[in-house]
């Protein structure tokens, strides 16, 4: 059991940004958010007893929003209390914190480290100023490089780096280029990362880039020039000793998140705060698997509705099997059968896993695009898979 902890706070909102949090926050707000979300790891302990499941707890994360505005003299004893209403006693095996660039002090660094965290997560996004003003960041290259030489004097643990491609532009003007990414990539290098994200900016309805964008003020990256700036950045990391293992993520050899794999592997996870999803994956009195996610909605329906503010879908087979599809094929591991077989083996025998048309259009898009090695080595576990459940 994995278990991500969703801090639903920021200092400003990012024009990309479509998560759930909120920038009005007092110290009071958030020490009453710190203590629901101690309340609700109790409950959720409780609905995995419920459900017949017995945790023993393999990683954490804490996500956001921004985790790292909470005060680091605040950092110990909320871990401590989290530990406590979880039951954990002995260490985890990866405890993960994101922090924005800002945000990084020696005093925090000292903090995480004595609560127990072994691998950070800096959003960093870009070294260019003025791409992050465009992004509505408040961090700059001085910003970001200032942390990372933080992290080199007073970080023991691992830790990962954020890095966005496919950045607008000025109207009239161009978007993020190759050699501007390279750049990037070479002055993050430099300070030997033991891990790399490369996300793909995707423009989200309802966000400010969105109206920007459509209202022709910026310029967003076209879809095949985001596909060459992440084939250029894949084999540049690669070149640098960096392994791929999922659509975004880049490890050195050793240095794979323990906690990503998690939900690719469509593995358990318990959701706590608002805005965090819990995948709880039971069985029910006949044996068969009863994948349950749970949910949250906003900040104020969660802290003033207490259990009642989670919501509970079972997801179909079909679902679950949809889902288990889209995760495998991000991953370099690709589907397993053999994983197909032990999640599934108890589906009814006819199983019919129907596609709206857009599905089948975008699934048709990609498998069409992948060469040739790859559709090798994925349609032989896809018909397998799919024979073994038919
Ligand atoms: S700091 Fe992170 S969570 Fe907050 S608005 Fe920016 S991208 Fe979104």
């Not at 790891?41 to 790292?68: D, V």
């Not at 970080?155 to 890095?163: F, I, N």
């Not at 679902?319 to 495998?328: A, M, P, Q, S, V």
Request: glycine share 8%; proline share 6%; aromatic share 10%.
């Amino acid at each position: 059991m994995s278990v991500y902890v969703h801090i639903p706070f920021c200092d400003y909102r990012c024009r990309y940004c479509n998560f759930v949090f909120e920038t009005g926050w007092s110290p009071a707000l958030l020490q009453k958010t710190l203590d629901a979300i101690v309340a609700e790891a109790s409950r959720e302990l409780e609905r995995c007893t419920r459900e017949g499941i017995e945790p023993r707890f393999h990683t954490l994360y804490l996500g956001g929003g921004t985790p790292g505005i909470i005060p680091p003299n605040q950092i110990v004893p909320f871990f401590s209390r989290l530990n406590d209403a979880l039951g954990v006693s002995g260490s985890w095996q990866e405890v993960g914190f994101e922090v924005n660039p800002e945000n990084v002090t020696p005093e925090l660094l000292a903090e995480l480290a004595e609560a127990g965290v072994n691998r950070l997560s800096v959003g960093l996004q870009s070294f260019s100023t003025e791409r992050l003003q465009l992004l509505g960041r408040w961090c700059t290259r001085e910003t970001n490089l200032r942390a990372l030489e933080l992290l080199s004097r007073h970080w023991r643990g691992s830790w990962s780096a954020d890095l966005m491609t496919g950045l607008p532009g000025e109207a009239g003007g161009q978007g993020q280029t190759w050699r501007e990414l390279k750049s990037d990539l070479e002055t993050l290098l430099a300070f030997e990362p033991p891990h790399v994200s490369l996300y793909s900016l995707i423009v989200e309805p309802e966000t400010a880039l969105h109206s920007l964008i459509s209202s022709k003020k910026l310029t967003a990256a076209s879809a095949p020039m985001q596909d060459q700036l992440w084939l250029s950045a894949k084999s540049h990391l690669e070149h640098h000793g960096f392994e791929w293992y999922e659509i975004s993520n880049f490890a050195r050899p050793g240095n794979r998140s323990l906690h990503n794999p998690v939900y690719w592997r469509m593995d358990h996870w318990m959701g706590l705060g608002p805005g965090a999803e819990g995948n709880l994956v039971a069985r029910d009195a006949k044996g068969e698997y009863r994948p349950l996610r749970t949910r949250n909605d906003r900040l104020f329906p969660w802290l003033t509705g207490g259990e009642s503010a989670r919501t509970e879908e079972l997801l179909t087979a079909p679902e679950y099997l949809l889902e288990h599809f889209l995760t495998g094929w991000r991953t370099s591991d690709g589907l397993s059968a053999t994983r197909l077989a032990q999640v599934f083996q108890n589906l009814p025998a006819h199983l019919e896993l129907c596609l709206t048309d857009d599905q089948r259009l975008a699934l048709n898009r990609h498998l069409e695009a992948l060469p040739d090695f790859e559709a090798a080595e994925l349609r032989p576990n896809w018909l397998v898979a799919l024979q073994d459940l038919s």
